[in-house]
């Protein structure tokens, strides 16, 4: 019984709660006692928080007992990356650039599902200020499907508490895909919201103008349960396949990049909804090939401006990687950087019109499985960040869901929605989700 808990979802959790079956103590000593058995291999977690998600549990425990209840959230278990701040608890930033810092207050999301009854339970690593590369003294997460692999990032901690077991949810950031692509990695879900939608305050920016924070969860319906915590919209009604037309982004699908298996795999989910009703539509997107490229020269000089003055205070406690990446942003040209942010106006433009002819827009999450190591972008080559950038440029909500294996480990398909829309592409994504049935949860300790 203890091993089916962790990978309870949210809706069965309250089921339990509420009709005496399980606690929210059990439910956070299980957590506990799974991170304890997982790590260090894993390494997902900066800081466990036990004290402080034991007192919570047991808050919580007596809240539901009482007859008070808050909702779906009450009493579940929720991690946070480590550059969201949550009041009393060192945020680390993955880096040893500085010491952890110590706030005095919540983070407005982590206000928020509070106040939905949801208790914090651990601070998840991640790659270095969420800028690409895991700090040497930290290392990066493991993926709960093989720990020689990489579970990605830069919210990989986050998606792997989710992935093992852990929690049914946590709390990520993507600026240019790092809750998408650890999500693919991993096997579950992970949601980048409308841009604005999810307040940032509390949230150390990598780049104010790309960053967003959103959930990774099992499932689309809990991934969904946390948008309406942490941004405070409402559901959206059940989508049907049949008739659903699925644009296919041509520069995405039809890249080198991808490798066999997740071709192959991708295939596979394609050929399913099309034979459950669904309409596959072939979608080019101007200027397509370039937004990537428009991404980094958007996103370099932002992220150098932030840590501006950190940087010299003690360039040496930074991963080599990143202080080349912000000191490389200082030679951005202001010419480059205002035709870039000009590009994102006009090519904002041209994936809203994509939707005139599709409901969603599909691509592969990453072009390839989990490598044993965050890989480095190529000379070249779009990397894993191939199919992901574009919506951080834009701003449109899109989420990766599980979509088959290869090599052993999971492929992800990346669903994209209109503009501010967040609620009708989960309920569309969910709709693909029970045509897929293509979760797979990870082999346990107990299982080898």
Known sequence: MREDIGFLDIAELGTRYRDGRLTPIDVVRHALARIEALEPSLNAFADPMAAMALADAERRTTELA?????????????????????????????????????????????????????????????????????????????????????????????????????????????????????????????????????????????????????????????????LMAIAGIGDAPQRDIAGLRIGLIDWHFGSHEITPGVREALGVAMAKLEAKGAVLVQVGIDDLARVNAELVTILHPEASVIHRALLPQNPAGYAEVTRQQLEDGFRTTAADYLLAMGYRETFRASVEAAFAQVDVLASPSVPFVAPPEDPRIEEGEEGEMLSSGFANVSGHPSVSIPAGMSEGMPVGLQLTGRLGQDAILLAIARAIEVALVAYRRPESPSDR
């Open 66 to 226: 009482s007859g008070l209840d808050l909702g779906p959230l009450h009493g579940i278990p929720v991690a946070i990356k480590d550059l969201i701040d949550v009041a009393d608890v060192p945020t680390g930033f993955g880096t040893r650039a500085r010491a952890p810092q110590m706030p005095a207050r919540d983070a407005e999301l982590v206000t928020r599902l509070r106040a939905a009854g949801a208790i914090i339970l651990g601070k998840t690593n991640l790659l270095e200020y969420a800028y690409g590369v895991a700090h040497p003294d930290i290392g990066q997460t493991n993926n709960p499907h093989n720990t020689g692999r990489t579970s990605g990032g830069s919210s990989g901690g986050s998606a792997a508490a989710v992935a093992a077991g852990i929690v049914p949810l946590a709390i990520g950031t993507d600026t240019g895909g790092s809750i998408r692509i650890p999500a693919s990695y991993c096997g579950i879900v992970g949601l980048k919201p409308s841009f604005g939608i999810v307040s940032l305050d509390g949230v150390f920016p990598l780049s104010w103008t790309l960053d967003h924070a959103g959930p990774l969860a099992r499932n689309v319906a809990d991934a969904m349960i946390g």
